[in-house]
């Protein structure tokens, strides 16, 4: 008995590989559905409709908008346009001047100028970052009873998560916010540093007109960056 039944189910399995493969569809008249060729070509509507399109270039493959392009259509047709190169430490100015000296044919005289922007100083008063959300909770509400406004620092990364009391432009200005902090009982805060005072340059032709920009985006030189883009870019 044990021996038929493993008989009849060899022959049922041989029998359904067969028909699955195509192989009795004349003899049964029934096919399985197939989905391979030829008979998923012969079962597309309409196949003469299908366009191949190429694929598109990916954004990082499309060309970016020379310095002289944007030079020239920020000038337009009719009215100058102020265009600038920049900002540069003091050192990387000079030899952004020497290119712009060195370009052939010379740029017009006092179509430029060097201009020196003094950055000052930022400082923050900071309190440490709370170490949970119920101290985080407790200092909220020591400050409001104070009366001072604070906000939660996203950055700097060293920063993240302080609450910062106020800016100051000055070292000075900042050390004396803190003594008068630290009298009214808020404490454990400090001065933190963001950023020291410096001074940067930037080479501008404020009054450029379509040919002059023409000439300044062409200029290809290390020494400018990015080139010349209009002013407050």
Request: hydrophobic letters at 50%.
């Given at each position: 008995?044990l021996?038929?039944?493993v008989?009849?189910?060899?022959?049922?399995?041989?029998?359904?590989?067969?028909?699955?493969?195509?192989w009795?569809?004349?003899?049964?008249g029934?096919?399985p559905?197939?989905q391979?060729?030829?008979?998923?070509l012969?079962?597309q509507?309409r196949?003469?409709?299908?366009?191949?399109?190429p694929?598109?270039?990916?954004a990082s493959?499309?060309?970016?908008?020379?310095?002289?392009?944007?030079?020239?259509?920020?000038?337009?047709d009719?009215?100058?346009?102020c265009?600038?190169?920049?900002?540069?430490?003091?050192?990387?100015s000079?030899?952004?001047?020497?290119?712009?000296?060195?370009?052939q044919?010379p740029?017009?005289?006092?179509?430029?100028?060097?201009?020196t922007?003094?950055?000052?100083?930022?400082?923050?008063?900071v309190?440490?970052?709370?170490?949970?959300?119920?101290?985080?909770?407790?200092?909220?509400?020591?400050?409001?009873?104070?009366?001072?406004?604070y906000?939660?620092?996203?950055?700097?990364?060293?920063?993240?998560?302080?609450?910062?009391?106020?800016?100051?432009?000055d070292?000075?200005?900042?050390?004396?916010?803190?003594?008068?902090?630290?009298?009214?009982?808020?404490r454990p805060a400090?001065?933190?540093?963001?950023?020291?005072a410096?001074?940067?340059?930037?080479?501008r032709?404020a009054?450029?007109d379509?040919?002059l920009?023409?000439?300044?985006?062409?200029?290809?030189s290390?020494?400018?960056?990015?080139?010349?883009?209009p002013?407050?870019?």
């Open positions: 008995m021996r038929r039944l008989f009849l189910l060899l022959a049922a399995n041989l029998l359904f590989f067969a028909w699955s493969k195509g009795l569809g004349d003899l049964l029934v096919r559905d197939a391979r060729e030829p008979e998923r012969a079962r509507v196949p003469q409709t299908i366009v191949v399109l694929p598109a270039p990916a493959a499309r060309p970016a908008a020379a310095p002289a392009s944007v030079a020239v259509a920020a000038a337009g009719d009215k100058p346009v265009l600038e190169a920049g900002p540069f430490a003091t050192g990387a000079i030899s952004a001047m020497a290119a712009l000296r060195a370009v044919p740029l017009p005289p006092g179509s430029w100028v060097e201009v922007i003094d950055r000052p100083g930022a400082w923050l008063v309190l440490p970052r709370p170490a949970s959300r119920e101290a985080l909770t407790r200092r909220d509400e020591e400050l409001k009873r104070a009366r001072i406004a906000e939660v620092l996203n950055t700097p990364e060293e920063l993240a998560g302080s609450l910062s009391l106020g800016r100051f432009d070292r000075d200005a900042a050390d004396k916010a803190l003594a008068q902090l630290s009298q009214r009982g808020i400090k001065v933190a540093e963001l950023h020291a410096s001074t940067i340059h930037v080479l032709a009054k450029a379509k040919a920009a023409a000439q300044l985006g062409a200029i290809r290390d020494a400018l960056g990015r080139g010349f883009v002013c407050g870019s």
